[in-house]
């Protein structure tokens, strides 16, 4: 049984397994991921082959420190360094041109890399314990919801992984905001918490948000993001009616909104009040997940305001509601 909690023995533990090219799962204050030691391909094909990802799908590379981006780039260019001091540790993944120590395994053969430094305890004492960069996706199979507990790990990985670090359920709950800067202005290619606005605010300057619609950044798929279930956006005053239609036509519906919806029928599985946008963005995996185990056909999901982290939770159900 690979589930640990995050003690000293098991941090040193994690470290030993990914310094012998093996597999750990970590929280992280996003989602949990599925580390392998960077800069050895083959650890790190062993994270593809875990998750059944496509290999030119590039992963990004967690660091425990600012100081440790310089090896992994071409050149720490004055606006990254801006933005790790604002933003690191935190949901921000910077894409810039890679250094040559970045094997292609990890970067899907491109020219540039992603790299963040997470802000959870038991993801900076790996990295600090390991010292070295860890690549990492979400901790998924592909093509699920990306895991919110060591639980949703451990569901469908455990088999794979040397060890899973409990870190409890993840504060976030939706993957990091990803920039690219390798194009003038950087452009947001997946919202998440930290938002355009806050970055244009470091920055001093115009950055590229994205609106929804087909993935811009390599790799992210709309399946990726969805359960089996079904997902519908559906606005709130109209929810009450599509799901009688449905309860009446014999599929078992799932309700997600930010406030309590009345008049539901008997049998509808109720997923909230998911609440502001920040906690409907902490619960969203897992609501997909509970409606996926409690077999519902569709998820009727109101949306949150498209404010904050609302535009990302926004992305994420709208890319839930292409995927199938
Ligand atoms: O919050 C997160 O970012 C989580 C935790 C574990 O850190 N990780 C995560 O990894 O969501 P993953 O592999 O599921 O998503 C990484 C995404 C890729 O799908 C791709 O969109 C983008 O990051 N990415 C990675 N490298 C890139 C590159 N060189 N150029 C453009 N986009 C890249
Ligand atoms: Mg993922």
């Known amino acids: 049984m690979p589930l640990m909690e995050p003690d000293e023995a098991a941090i040193a533990a994690g470290a030993r397994a990914l310094a012998n090219g093996r597999l750990v799962a970590f929280p992280t204050e996003t989602v949990y991921g599925l580390g392998a030691h960077a800069l050895d391909s083959e650890a790190v094909a062993g994270i593809f082959a875990a998750k059944g990802r496509p290999t030119d799908h590039p992963l990004i590379c967690h660091v425990a420190s600012t100081d440790a981006l310089a090896p992994l780039v071409a050149e720490v260019t004055p606006t990254a360094q801006e933005l790790a001091d604002a933003f690191w540790p935190g949901p921000l993944t910077l894409v810039m041109?890679?250094?040559?120590?970045?094997?292609?395994?990890?970067?899907?053969?491109?020219?540039?890399?992603?790299?963040?430094?997470?802000?959870?305890?038991?993801?900076?004492?790996?990295?600090?314990?390991?010292?070295?960069?860890?690549?990492?996706?979400?901790?998924?199979?592909?093509?699920?919801?990306?895991?919110?507990?060591?639980?949703?790990?451990?569901?469908?990985?455990?088999?794979a992984v040397a060890v899973i670090l409990d870190g409890g359920p993840c504060e976030i709950g939706i993957e990091s905001t990803v920039l690219d800067l390798t194009c003038d202005p950087p452009q947001v290619l997946r919202p998440g918490r930290i938002s355009a606005e806050q970055v244009e605010q470091v920055l001093g300057g115009p950055v590229n948000a994205v609106a929804s619609g087909p993935a811009r950044a390599p790799g992210m798929l709309e399946s990726h993001y969805a359960p089996g279930a079904r997902v519908e956006v559906v606005a709130a005053d109209l929810v009450g009616a599509r799901a009688a239609a449905l309860d009446a036509s014999g599929v078992r519906v799932a309700v997600l909104a930010p406030d309590a919806v009345e008049g539901l029928p008997a049998a509808a599985l109720v997923l909230g009040p998911a609440g502001s946008p920040d906690h409907y963005a902490a619960r969203l995996y897992a609501a997909f997940r509970r409606a996926d185990a409690e077999g519902a056909g569709v998820i009727l999901a109101v949306p949150p305001p498209a404010a904050g982290i609302g535009v990302a939770v926004r992305d994420r159900l709208q890319r839930a509601s292409a995927g199938r």
């Open 97 to 159: 041109p890679r250094s040559d120590a970045v094997p292609d395994a990890v970067t899907g053969g491109r020219d540039t890399v992603a790299v963040r430094v997470p802000a959870h305890p038991v993801a900076l004492a790996l990295l600090r314990a390991f010292g070295g960069p860890v690549a990492a996706p979400s901790a998924n199979r592909f093509g699920r919801p990306s895991p919110t507990s060591a639980s949703d790990v451990a569901d469908e990985l455990e088999d």
